[in-house]
């Protein structure tokens, strides 16, 4: 659980109305949504939830992830700067422009794709007069989404208990750890948004599909394949 990037950050966002994330089970714009983001976010909620296979909490657990990995790159891209390591800066906001795309924010991931070029072409002048424009677009975006989520968190109730279907998740780990070797990027996307439904996050198997998914998202397929093996072989009860 950060390709398209124009001009301006919220090149190719939603022009409907109020981008409304739907609540459980709804339709993705639905009215009545309790995850709220605004247009100005430059980002299209409902191709998110799409991606995040067409439910509410499977878009919040994107969006986690999005918010804490997109935090820890903010300084990383900036060491990279402060120390000349385009090789880095490269590999960095490549995962930001796959992360963007994933929770419909296609025109910072735009931004993030014009920068992996750069960067990837040695072009320090160019990263240095348009990088801050893309991050302060990013941190704007975190915040956003990170009141959103907390919002939607308070409105969600609470108190309920979550379950967890032992053969369902097994099954899906299996599919994914093939996907690991294989380095199958579909199937691998579309395993961990099945898991992502199957273990919800306050439960703790959830809560390491989680991690699982952020592996993947920073490209640390073997920490990925660790990780859901230790499930496997009943690690986490």
Known sequence: MLSRFGAAAG??????????????????????GKLRLRA????????????????????????????????EKIWEIANCIATCNLYLYTIYVHALKSACANIGAFGLSEAAKVLETAGAQGNLDFIEEHNAKFINGLKSLLGDISRAVSEYGKNSGGGQEYFVDEELLNSELVILKAALDDLD?????????????????????????????????????????????????????
Not at 53 to 67: H, N, Q, R
Not at 187 to 193: D, F, L
């Open 11 to 32: 090149a190719g966002s939603c022009k409907s109305c109020k981008n409304i994330v739907s609540p459980r089970g709804a339709e993705p714009g639905d009215a009545a």
């Open 40 to 71: 100005a976010a430059g980002i299209d909620a409902a191709a998110g939830i799409l991606t995040s296979g067409g439910t509410i909490d499977g878009y919040v657990k994107t969006l986690e992830v999005f918010v804490k990995d997109g935090n």
């Open 185 to 237: 990027a579909g199937v691998m996307n579309a395993a961990v948004e099945r898991l992502l439904k199957t273990a919800p996050a306050p439960h703790e198997k959830g809560a390491a599909v989680r991690r699982i998914a952020e592996h993947i998202l920073l490209a640390d397929y073997d920490e990925a394949a660790l990780l859901a093996d230790f499930l496997l072989r009943g690690g986490i009860k």
